[in-house]
């Protein structure tokens, strides 16, 4: 029995303990009496009281939670948090997110420094077309899934990153791409988008040939045959001679593919591979990647660290909006089991250093999710403090406050009932989250 699922706890508890403590440490800090801080939730095991606080274990593992004198407003005591002035109040819910974020930039600055598994472009040049966009502005210039991005406005481009910069620095202008395509070089003229996507393409890591790697034991692709190794010459009757063109090739496919590939200098195939004879979908198996282990100093790892985390925040209203407009490619939102079942998949597929990631991503969205505006979340609580600004400082009654924030905690549960279902079905059915 696979028990990697266990590992939601640890993953899940660290964010939300330090979540708590984010509550906690602000709480104090600013004079509000706070009553408890508990590891786990309630029954207790036991607890150990230091200057008036409550320190306590609980029987139930995940997370954790911070009991402040009148957090609803119920108390007379001047050091309760309702007496609190507005300011106070507002730093005490915000910390809580705010330490989630701050728990993500130090998970990816110790990722880098401990060193980070990166494609190497010096061999393999993130610069691939392995899919483009219809009515984008690739497509209208004619670029093509398998053509190699070597030049931008007359910049060579090794990176997505300096794909993303020049695209952005000439959005709205007609602006000079070249391409290699079939050995030669296309020149196209591609007008940017004046706002991401600039040019409607998936990027993907261009090499030649395209030789098959990790094939998965006892998957589809092993019982068809398929070896680590083999070069991959023919996907569905069109030639491959490169990876990119072998990404876009195998994505676009709906069903069983038909491959050729030379083992030994030794012609093979076709080969078919039936994706749709197993529950998850896939062909099980992938393309070769060269990977390197590259070590920053702290001030390089800070930097990459910042820019991964402001990366990923600008990224989840993006995905919240594809999301509501039936556009996502993954599951969206997912409950407990969902993200128990990723945790799992992260940790058998990439071990400690993708738990950490995992780690560092799932806390970026808690930031996030727990600042919107909705009853019963952070947000909605700092929403209240906003109108009762705007108001002059006349509060609300908190027991119509605590009505909205309860008939919004009943909303979300029903959510993530609906959610929870979908999610223990999809398990039950074999399906996986990572491809």
């Given at each position: 029995?696979?028990?990697?699922?266990?590992?939601?706890?640890?993953?899940?508890?660290?964010?939300?303990?330090?979540?708590?403590?984010?509550?906690?440490?602000?709480?104090?800090?600013?004079?509000?009496?706070?009553?408890?801080?508990?590891?786990?939730?309630?029954?207790?095991?036991?607890?150990?009281?230091?200057?008036?606080?409550?320190?306590?274990?609980?029987?139930?593992?995940?997370?954790?939670?911070?009991?402040?004198?009148?957090?609803?407003?119920?108390?007379?005591?001047?050091?309760?948090?309702?007496?609190?002035?507005?300011?106070k109040r507002i730093i005490v819910l915000a910390a809580g997110s705010f330490m989630n974020l701050v728990l993500a930039?130090?998970?990816?600055?110790?990722?880098?420094?401990?060193?980070?598994?990166?494609?190497?472009?010096?061999?393999?040049?993130?610069?691939?077309?392995?899919?483009?966009?219809?009515?984008?502005?690739?497509?209208?210039?004619?670029?093509?899934?398998?053509?190699?991005?070597?030049?931008?406005?007359?910049?060579?481009?090794?990176?997505?990153?300096?794909?993303?910069?020049?695209?952005?620095?000439?959005?709205?202008?007609?602006?000079?791409?070249?391409?290699?395509r079939n050995g030669k070089e296309v020149d196209l003229t591609v007008t940017p988008n004046t706002a991401s996507p600039?040019?409607?393409?998936?990027?993907?890591?261009?090499?030649?040939?395209?030789?098959?790697?990790?094939?998965?034991?006892?998957?589809?692709?092993?019982?068809?045959?398929?070896?680590?190794?083999?070069?991959?010459?023919?996907?569905?009757?069109?030639?491959?001679?490169?990876?990119?063109?072998?990404?876009?090739?195998?994505?676009?496919?709906?069903?069983?593919?038909?491959?050729?590939?030379?083992?030994?200098?030794?012609?093979?195939?076709?080969?078919?591979?039936?994706?749709?004879?197993?529950?998850?979908?896939?062909?099980?198996?992938?393309?070769?990647?060269?990977?390197?282990?590259?070590?920053?100093?702290?001030?390089?790892?800070?930097?990459?660290?910042?820019?991964?985390?402001?990366?990923?925040?600008?990224?989840?209203?993006?995905?919240i909006g594809q999301m509501f407009a039936g556009k996502s490619d993954g599951p969206g939102v997912t409950s407990i089991?969902?993200?128990?079942?990723?945790?799992?998949?992260?940790?058998?597929?990439?071990?400690?250093?993708?738990?950490?990631?995992?780690?560092?991503?799932?806390?970026?969205?808690?930031?996030?999710?727990?600042?919107?505006?909705?009853?019963?979340?952070?947000?909605?609580?700092?929403?209240?403090?906003?109108?009762?600004?705007?108001?002059?400082?006349?509060?609300?009654?908190?027991?119509?406050?605590?009505?909205?924030?309860?008939?919004?905690?009943?909303?979300?549960?029903?959510?993530?009932?609906?959610?929870?279902?979908?999610?223990?079905?999809?398990?039950?059915?074999?399906?996986?989250?990572?491809?």
């Amino acid at each position: 029995m696979d028990l990697n699922w266990l590992w939601v706890v640890p993953v899940l508890g660290i964010l939300i303990v330090v979540h708590e403590m984010g509550h906690f440490f602000s709480a104090i800090w600013l004079g509000i009496k706070v009553e408890e801080f508990g590891i786990g939730f309630p029954p207790r095991a036991f607890a150990i009281r230091r200057n008036g606080i409550d320190y306590s274990l609980n029987w139930l593992p995940i997370g954790g939670f911070v009991r402040i004198t009148g957090e609803n407003g119920d108390s007379d005591d001047p050091h309760s948090f309702g007496k609190a002035p507005a300011w106070k109040r507002i730093i005490v819910l915000a910390a809580g997110s705010f330490m989630n974020l701050v728990l993500a930039i130090v998970v990816f600055t110790a990722l880098a420094i401990s060193g980070t598994r990166e494609l190497d472009t010096s061999i393999a040049p993130l610069t691939g077309i392995g899919s483009i966009t219809q009515g984008q502005p690739a497509y209208v210039a004619g670029m093509q899934p398998g053509d190699k991005l070597i030049r931008i406005a007359g910049t060579p481009v090794k990176d997505d990153e300096n794909i993303r910069a020049l695209s952005s620095q000439n959005a709205g202008k007609p602006t000079a791409f070249t391409v290699v395509r079939n050995g030669k070089e296309v020149d196209l003229t591609v007008t940017p988008n004046t706002a991401s996507p600039y040019l409607g393409v998936y990027l993907t890591p261009w090499l030649s040939p395209a030789a098959v790697d990790a094939v998965r034991a006892g998957g589809i692709a092993d019982k068809a045959g398929l070896k680590n190794g083999d070069i991959l010459v023919e996907v569905n009757g069109t030639p491959v001679d490169n990876t990119a063109i072998a990404t876009a090739l195998i994505s676009e496919s709906k069903g069983p593919i038909k491959v050729v590939v030379t083992r030994g200098g030794e012609r093979i195939g076709p080969v078919t591979i039936d994706s749709t004879s197993n529950a998850q979908g896939s062909y099980e198996f992938g393309l070769y990647r060269p990977y390197h282990t590259i070590y920053y100093n702290p001030a390089e790892a800070l930097g990459r660290s910042l820019a991964n985390t402001w990366s990923v925040v600008a990224s989840i209203p993006q995905g919240i909006g594809q999301m509501f407009a039936g556009k996502s490619d993954g599951p969206g939102v997912t409950s407990i089991v969902g993200i128990g079942q990723l945790t799992g998949e992260v940790a058998q597929d990439a071990g400690i250093n993708g738990l950490l990631n995992l780690m560092a991503l799932l806390s970026i969205s808690l930031f996030m999710i727990n600042l919107l505006p909705l009853p019963a979340l952070d947000g909605g609580r700092l929403l209240f403090i906003f109108i009762e600004l705007l108001r002059g400082g006349r509060r609300i009654a908190p027991e119509k406050e605590g009505m909205v924030h309860f008939a919004g905690m009943m909303v979300l549960l029903a959510l993530m009932a609906i959610i929870t279902f979908f999610d223990v079905s999809r398990l039950f059915q074999g399906v996986r989250l990572l491809p």
